[in-house]
């Protein structure tokens, strides 16, 4: 990944197919101004030389998903007072509300002293039956096109300095 301070870094993790659409989405509107990683994969090196992140992942059990609180876990305190002031959003794929992962990401990034500069974008399946939720899902036009334009504008506050 380029070392670059204007950089957007996309970390996402997804079961279902929609996280990961909405990520891709993201990285389209991004263009060559980010990095589309999985949550397995990023580390705290990839934070260091990206100035903002977009966050991209399922509410499971009213909880982030398990492999991005490993992800937060595995890169949290090696990046503790390093990361201070950069821009982050969210995007989250949500069976009913998504309101609890949104506000573990949250509480991750005040810790990190992150400074959120959009609105979080919860995408809602109503999935409520156990077929429901573990079946994959096909994120609307629509919602591609919202998640595409977070990763734009994102993309676009970093290379002007604005954030």
Known sequence: MPTNERHLLIVWHSRTGASR????????????????????????????????????????????????????????????????GRAYSTLIAAGSDGEGAQRQIDRIAKGWRL????????????????EAILAPKAVTEA????????????AEGLSLGLF
């Open 21 to 84: 659409a909405m990520a891709e989405a993201a990285a389209r509107g991004a263009g060559d101004h980010a990095t589309i990683l999985k949550a397995q994969d990023a580390g705290p090196q990839d934070f260091l030389e990206s100035a903002g992140y977009l966050f991209v992942c399922p509410e499971n059990l009213a909880s982030l998903s398990g492999l991005m609180k490993e992800m937060f876990d595995r890169c949290y305190y090696p990046l503790l007072g390093k990361i201070e």
């Open 115 to 130: 400074r959120r500069v959009s609105e979080p974008l919860i995408i809602n399946f109503n999935a409520q039956t156990p």
């Open 143 to 154: 919602d591609l096109q919202s998640c595409q334009d977070v990763g734009a504008a994102m």
